[in-house]
């Protein structure tokens, strides 16, 4: 039986090996981006400004499109990217400092990869394999994988009673197959139960709305007919982030959907002292584009615990809960699956070219 299952490890491990490779390695770069962005692109990294959003908005629309909705995209409250309305397949961002206005360059958020950035690539690719809805599905089946061969190595290589410091510790001297086997233990036994944690919470993080929609406990958008739907133009921006933070004054501004005809409201995302997340909080509120009135609210904070812990996933995922030594645990967790997947193909490597030695001496 434990044959069976060290040949279905091998053979499991060998046939995604290369998926796990790219995800780790995508992780490990991702995990710092947001805050080196930052620094290159002299964010002022005070309190963003309602003020400040009305009148980089005007300009945005004079100069680039119309804006569709804004979110969190450096470390500090200040950076946000501004996403266009889509035109014949192609999707710009804008980069602001929402505290005071100033435009920071553009992108291209969707369209051709050949006119991406590097950089946003990896993103997509670490999320979704470039593929959407469908690619981030594929992205969290990879995931659950691989916590399961994981945690298949660890029932395999368990150590016996009075027998944990010996594979913890590798014995010094021993070379060739035995030197990598003892290592890949070690190091599979160091970092295991923080890579399984990981991997877990960003493999079911990708289903947090189904998984709130099903268990009824996330946040509800209002019924359209609630709604006025006379074809005034909508509040500024500014008026809807006032009627949201007054709602829940200790929040930040997280996340802004401008209203459209089919749904005219502001969605507002916060973030609040109780969430894990530290920049993109889903204490969320939807605000009426005509009156200013605030339709519903939800906050993780004052929600049901399954639905706090729902929500924390993509915090626990990328180490956001925690500030730096968070992230850079995250970092160590993908520089270790690079490592023993590295191992791993190395000590199949060396026994391939045993098993033809042997064959051929045979011969």
Same mark, same amino acid.
């Given at each position: 039986m434990k044959f069976r299952l060290i040949r279905w490890h091998r053979y499991l491990s060998l046939a995604v090996l290369a998926v796990w490779m790219l995800q780790a390695a995508s992780g490990v770069i991702l995990t710092f981006h947001r805050g080196v962005e930052d620094r290159i692109m002299g964010v002022s990294g005070k309190?963003?400004?309602?003020?400040?959003i009305d009148r980089v908005f005007a300009h945005i629309k004079r100069d680039y499109g119309k804006p569709t909705e804004m979110f969190a995209g450096g470390d500090g409250p200040a950076r946000?990217?501004?996403l266009l309305e889509e035109?014949?397949?192609?999707?710009?961002?804008?980069?602001?400092?929402?505290?005071?206005?100033?435009?920071?360059?553009?992108?291209?958020?969707? $369209?051709?990869? &050949?006119?991406?950035? #590097?950089?946003?690539? *990896?993103?997509?690719?670490?999320?979704?394999?470039?593929?959407?809805?469908?690619?981030?599905?594929?992205?969290?089946v990879s995931g659950v994988l691989l916590v399961t061969n994981l945690l298949l190595a660890l029932w395999m290589v368990?150590?016996?009673?009075?027998?944990?410091?010996?594979?913890?510790?590798?014995?010094?001297?021993?070379? $060739?197959?035995? &030197?990598?086997?003892? #290592?890949?233990?070690? *190091?599979g036994l160091w970092f295991l139960p923080i890579g399984v944690v990981l991997i877990l919470a960003g493999s079911i993080?990708?289903?947090r709305g189904e998984l709130e929609g099903a268990l009824e406990i996330g946040p509800l958008p209002p019924a359209v007919s609630e709604i006025s739907t006379a074809s005034n133009p909508p509040l500024p921006p500014s008026t809807a982030i006032a009627a949201a933070t007054a709602r829940y004054?200790?929040?930040?501004?997280?996340?802004?959907?401008?209203p459209s005809e089919a749904k005219p409201w502001f969605l507002i995302r916060l973030t609040r002292p109780g969430e894990l997340r530290r920049t993109l909080g889903t204490t969320t509120v939807y605000v009426d584009?005509?009156?200013?009135?605030?339709?519903?609210?939800?906050?993780?904070?004052?929600?049901?615990?399954?639905?706090?812990?729902?929500?924390?996933?993509?915090?626990?995922?990328?180490?956001?809960?925690?500030?730096?030594?968070?992230?850079?645990?995250?970092?160590?967790?993908?520089?270790?699956i690079i490592t023993m997947i590295i191992l791993g193909v190395a000590l199949w490597l060396d026994r391939q070219r045993k098993q033809r030695t042997r064959r051929d001496s045979t011969q």
């Open positions: 309190e963003s400004d309602p003020e400040a946000f990217d501004v035109n014949e397949g192609r999707q710009i961002r804008v980069w602001i400092d929402a505290a005071d206005g100033r435009i920071l360059g553009s992108d291209l958020w969707s $369209g051709p990869f &050949a006119e991406q950035r #590097w950089l946003h690539l *990896i993103f997509e690719f670490h999320n979704s394999f470039l593929n959407g809805k469908t690619g981030k599905k594929i992205a969290s368990w150590p016996r009673h009075g027998k944990w410091r010996e594979n913890l510790i590798p014995r010094q001297g021993l070379k $060739g197959t035995s &030197a990598i086997f003892v #290592w890949h233990r070690a *190091i993080m990708i289903w004054p200790d929040g930040k501004l997280a996340v802004l959907v401008l584009a005509l009156t200013g009135e605030i339709q519903s609210a939800w906050s993780p904070v004052d929600a049901p615990k399954l639905a706090y812990i729902i929500d924390s996933l993509y915090a626990v995922h990328t180490g956001e809960w925690g500030g730096f030594p968070s992230r850079l645990l995250v970092l160590a967790t993908g520089v270790w």
